[in-house]
């Protein structure tokens, strides 16, 4: 069965700091990964997508990697802001058609003074 | 920018109602979909279309239905409510090809409770 674990599942972290957020997954075949950005009460917005030839993607203060042998992405977020403050989920493609996205739980980010 | 719009942010019914949960979006996408998200759960999808009146079954389809008779809107209904409906649904729309690869863009999100 298709699976996507985030790690961890939640974070407190100061106004200024960086952080990385964990994504392991046994998708096969693999199409691609994103990184979505969930704020409270509100839809899910895309950060990053990765292909399976891609190691590293940025979208300003977030980059996401992945190491596609391994099956981890890693999204890092450089210079944290209190608007971070939200649920990063991560999501993986299968490719070869047919119905699959596999989503993970999500990582809640909370950043503070 | 794309603009997926949901009917309600939050929504209190009773057990046994019929509920309506509406999702229009505006960039002529081909593909909709309806997930719901619970605590600990990740999102799950419920149904999806990828043409007006075509649809297929999610993962979790039981005690749901949906319509589709314009592109730009995808309509989920319960057509009993139940206490383990009780939810945040999410609506998203992708434009076409890849039916699972393409980028989805998601609505705000209804809060449902089914007392």
């Known amino acids: 069965k298709n699976q996507v674990e985030q790690s961890p599942q939640s974070l407190i972290i100061l106004e200024g700091k960086n952080c990385t957020l964990q994504c392991n997954y046994t998708v096969s075949p693999f199409s691609n990964l994103r990184w979505y950005k969930q704020d409270t009460g509100r839809g899910p917005v895309s950060l990053t997508i990765m292909t399976f030839s891609e190691n590293t993607k940025s979208n300003g203060r977030y980059t996401a990697t992945l190491d596609a042998d391994t099956k981890q992405s890693s999204l890092h977020i450089t210079a944290s802001q209190l608007s971070d403050s939200a649920s990063y989920i991560c999501v993986v493609s299968e490719s070869g058609g047919g119905n699959k996205l596999t989503f993970g739980t999500g990582t809640q980010l909370k950043v503070e003074l | 920018d794309v603009k997926v719009t949901q009917s309600s942010r939050y929504l209190v019914k009773r057990t046994g109602e019929k509920v309506f949960l509406e999702c229009v979006q505006d960039?002529?996408?081909?593909?909709m979909f309806w997930y719901r998200q619970d605590p600990g759960l990740g999102l799950r999808l419920i149904y999806f279309?990828?043409?007006?009146?075509?649809?297929e079954k999610g993962d979790i389809p039981e005690g749901y239905s949906v319509s589709r008779e314009k592109k730009e809107r995808f309509s989920l209904i319960l057509e009993s409510a139940s206490t383990n409906q009780t939810s945040m649904y999410l609506c998203?729309?992708?434009f076409g090809g890849g039916l699972f690869t393409d980028t989805q863009y998601f609505g705000p999100g209804t809060r449902l409770t089914v007392l």
């Open positions: 279309s990828y043409d007006v009146k075509m649809k």
């Open positions: 998203a729309s992708s």
């Open positions: 960039m002529d996408h081909e593909n």
